[in-house]
């Protein structure tokens, strides 16, 4: 059983691993059928893709997360995204993602934004 501060652990890992541009170490954080429902895809190589789309675009953006709440084999995840440019007094740009964690490890994903600049939205990157 992975407890809440493994858990909150597991996060920030990836976190790191994201930001660091650690992809491939990032891949042994999750179930061999993870499955990212913003996606729609099993396996973590989409979402290798996904980031690699994210980080070539836009150099300097980084995820830290501001809220981190595990309830059982769940963890919500409220995320404030670093390093890219938004018009003056827009709010910095959030990720609000919900994970399903089995032995220790990503199983499933569920996610949102909110704040992107048009050009930077991650729904509109991965279309």
């Known amino acids: 059983m992975t407890t809440r501060e ?20 990032a891949a042994d954080l999750h179930t061999p059928g993870f499955f990212s429902h913003p996606l729609g895809t099993a396996g973590f190589e989409a979402g290798k893709d996904a980031w690699r789309t994210l980080t070539t675009r836009f150099p300097g953006i ?3 997360a501001q809220d981190i709440l595990v309830d059982g084999d769940r963890a919500a995840v409220r995320s ?24 220790g490890r990503f199983a499933e994903m569920w996610g949102a934004s909110t704040g992107f600049p048009s050009s930077a939205s991650p729904e509109e990157l991965l279309d």
């Open 80 to 103: 404030t995204v670093e390093g890219l440019d938004t018009p003056d007094g827009d709010a910095r740009p959030m990720l609000f993602e919900i994970f399903r964690i089995e032995d």
């Open 62 to 64: 980084r995820v830290v």
């Open 6 to 25: 493994d858990s909150g652990a597991l996060v920030r890992r990836m976190q790191e691993c994201f930001n660091s541009r650690q992809f491939d170490q």
